[in-house]
């Protein structure tokens, strides 16, 4: 039997060490693993970005703030759910950060079950978040194969130009747009167009899964 929480991973970001200290005991005894952070800094440092969890950090930090972190997450593009610790003068601040798509923010004193309800519908999202995220990321691996050339191709094929038109678009003959085409079903794993049409526009990984 594994002894490792089977709910999802909780990242608390806080530099009060006694905030960190109550939230990583009210969380563990509710079978979550818990990693807890000083900074945000520390937290970038060690995110991975592969795991489905869901994050808890205070708005007011030395360093990086909470609202600086966000930004750092949302321009990597991260999957991460994240929920702020706010004081009472912070909640003008806080409804702002989930206009950048925080799920919610909660306030100082935080009651247990409020936090451990919010935590359960953060991970139930991270669940739904990250398989998107996972699955963007095997299309853009699976379209960073493409040469430009047959990047142009695909472009023309999804707006549904038939090949003589793409060969009239970019001066080629018919047989190399033909070649280039054979090339990229072979590259994106696609057995028909409508498989090459799901994967380049986003469609395919769910499709399969």
């Not at 939230?23 to 970038?44: H, I, M, N, P, T």
């Not at 930090?61 to 999957?79: F, H, N, V």
């Not at 079950?113 to 998107?132: I, T």
Request: hydrophobic share 45%; aromatic share 6%; with cysteine.
């Amino acid at each position: 039997m594994s002894l490792i929480p089977k709910k999802g991973t909780v990242y608390v970001v806080d530099d009060d060490e006694a905030v960190r200290d109550s939230l990583q005991w009210l969380l563990e005894g509710k079978d979550y693993r818990v990693r807890c952070f000083e900074s945000a800094e520390s937290f970038l440092a060690r995110y991975d970005p592969r795991e489905v969890a869901c994050l808890i950090v205070d708005i007011r930090m030395a360093g990086m703030t909470g609202l600086e972190l966000q930004d750092r997450l949302i321009e990597r593009k991260s999957p991460l759910p994240i929920v702020f610790i706010t004081g009472h003068g912070d909640v003008p601040m806080a409804v702002n950060t989930m206009k950048k798509g925080a799920m919610d923010f909660i306030q100082k004193p935080f009651k247990e079950e409020e936090l451990v309800s919010l935590v359960e519908r953060m991970l139930e999202h991270a669940r739904g978040a990250f398989a998107e995220y996972q699955s963007a990321a095997s299309r853009d691996a699976l379209l960073s194969k493409l040469t430009s050339r047959e990047a142009q191709v695909l472009e023309r094929i999804v707006a549904g130009r038939l090949n003589k038109q793409i060969a009239d678009d970019l001066g080629i003959s018919i047989k190399t747009v033909e070649a280039h085409r054979a090339n990229i079903m072979e590259k994106l794993n696609a057995n028909t167009v409508a498989d090459l049409l799901k994967i380049a526009l986003g469609q395919g990984s769910a499709a399969k899964a």
